[in-house]
T-cell receptor, first 116, second 117 residues
Framework: EPEVTQTPSHQVTQMGQEVILRCVPISNHLYFYWYRQILGQKVEFLVSFYNNEISEKSEIFDDQFSVERPDGSNFTLKIRSTKLEDSAMYFC??????????????FGPGTRLLVL | AQKITQTQPGMFVQEKEAVTLDCTYDTSDPSYGLFWYKQPSSGEMIFLIYQGSYDQQNATEGRYSLNFQKARKSANLVISASQLGDSAMYFCAMKRGHWWGAQKLVFGQGTRLTINP
């Protein structure tokens, strides 16, 4: 069964460093998402992406964050200068279509980011 | 704005019993979708079941069913014949139902379910 994959599974970085989190969505999916989950808290939306541009972003997704689809398969989240509060699990998700109510978003296994 | 509320931070159930996880929501959109995800201790998010706002019947997927009460704005997950492997965090989520665009999921705080042998 097709699945969303994410690399790395864990990343430890120093405050102020740049990190790139990578995702390979399900191959026929057209809509991509990043969510994050701070330890013990709920999952929060960061950004959605379709047709090579951002569809929507949350207030969390400030200028330190960027997303890119560098080729036909990868979808990346870059944090330019990490802060301690960026420590979280980051989930990539994809869906075949976007707007239909029944359109399920399938999540990757997550990247656990720790900023020291 | 959309909001999801899960009022049970933790639930403890004996194996083989049925369990109901509560979810209430708030939205002004007439069209929306409700989803339940399971998050085991390993951390991944596993899709369980979906209910659309216009669906006439409650959704079912194997041992999972959704008790959808639209007037009360509730979408409770029912797990029948619980198993040890059902121990996990469960999240209720909602998505707006517009035909265009990438619609984000809004999640509740989650309920941690523990199945006792």
């Amino acid at each position: 069964e097709p699945e969303v994959t994410q690399t790395p599974s864990h990343q430890v970085t120093q405050m102020g460093q740049e990190v790139i989190l990578r995702c390979v969505p399900i191959s026929n999916h057209l809509y991509f998402y990043w969510y994050r989950q701070i330890l013990g808290q709920k999952v929060e939306f960061l950004v959605s992406f379709y047709n090579n541009e951002i569809s929507e972003k949350s207030e969390i997704f400030d200028d330190q964050f960027s997303v890119e689809r560098p080729d036909g398969s990868n979808f990346t989240l870059k944090i330019r200068s990490t802060k301690l509060e960026d420590s979280a699990m980051y989930f990539c998700a994809s869906s075949e279509r976007g707007g239909l109510t029944q359109e399920t978003q399938y999540f990757g296994p997550g990247t656990r980011l720790l900023v020291l | 704005a959309q909001k999801i509320t899960q009022t049970q931070p933790g639930m403890f159930v004996q194996e083989k019993e049925a369990v109901t996880l509560d979810c209430t929501y708030d939205t002004s959109d007439p069209s929306y979708g409700l989803f339940w995800y399971k998050q085991p201790s390993s951390g991944e998010m596993i899709f369980l079941i979906y209910q659309g706002s216009y669906d006439q019947q409650n959704a079912t997927e194997g041992r999972y069913s959704l008790n959808f009460q639209k007037a009360r704005k509730s979408a409770n997950l029912v797990i029948s014949a619980s198993q040890l492997g059902d121990s996990a965090m469960y999240f209720c989520a909602m998505k707006r139902g517009h035909w265009w665009g990438a619609q984000k999921l809004v999640f509740g705080q989650g309920t941690r379910l523990t199945i006792n042998p």
